[in-house]
């Protein structure tokens, strides 16, 4: 702004400056370790996108709870895979709202899905990928889960939705077994 509270048009724009910023901060200091550079939401945006994408799996757990296979359903996309633990592949979020529908009636009935958040990564600025552990319960929530899956959710007209999902039953005794004949297949983290 000048001084008579006009607005300064001959300075950069906007767009301008923040690429000015990008290509400084995406350019490795000579001394740095050659890494890629990656375009990056403001910290603010992760943050309201890791809110965002937590309120997913927590109104999936809701809707689980509640044996609704149809709001269960609709946190995914229409073209959604889902993969459980026995391996079992289904195509499409009719697909998933179906088969959950029954399992809520049957197998399933009266259980509630605990989960808890490993790790959130954003490797677009509309895709998550995100790593729990999680069981089904009656009761009590498990102190530890049994199992671990992987969301992939997309950002669609401003809303997160599970494009994929994949569960996996750990086996606690040969991941013990595995890490004493190889240690170093023991994860770092």
């Known amino acids: 702004m000048r001084a008579d509270n006009s607005p300064d048009v001959t300075g950069p724009s906007r767009s301008s400056r923040l690429s000015a910023y990008h290509s400084v901060a995406c350019s490795p200091a000579a001394s740095a370790p050659a890494r890629p550079c990656r375009p990056t939401a ?68 009266g259980t509630k899905l605990a989960h808890e958040v490993l790790d959130v990564r954003f490797p677009g600025a509309d895709v998550a990928v995100v790593s729990t552990s999680g069981d089904t319960y ?30 996996t039953r750990r086996k606690p005794l040969m991941e013990r077994v595995s890490f004493a004949f190889a240690p170093e297949t023991k994860p770092k983290r």
């Open 138 to 167: 009656k009761g009590d929530a498990p102190k530890n889960p049994s199992k671990v899956q992987t969301y992939t959710l997309v950002r669609d007209g401003g809303r997160w939705l599970v494009a994929a999902f994949h569960n």
């Open 42 to 109: 403001s910290r603010y945006r992760r943050k309201t996108d890791r809110t965002a994408v937590a309120a997913v799996l927590d109104s999936l757990a809701e809707a689980w709870g509640r044996g609704d296979a149809d709001a269960y359903g609709a946190h995914f996309t229409e073209d959604a895979t889902y993969v459980t633990f026995v391996g079992t592949w289904y195509s499409g979020r009719d697909d998933i709202a179906g088969s959950h529908r029954v399992l809520f009636e049957k197998f399933l009935k």
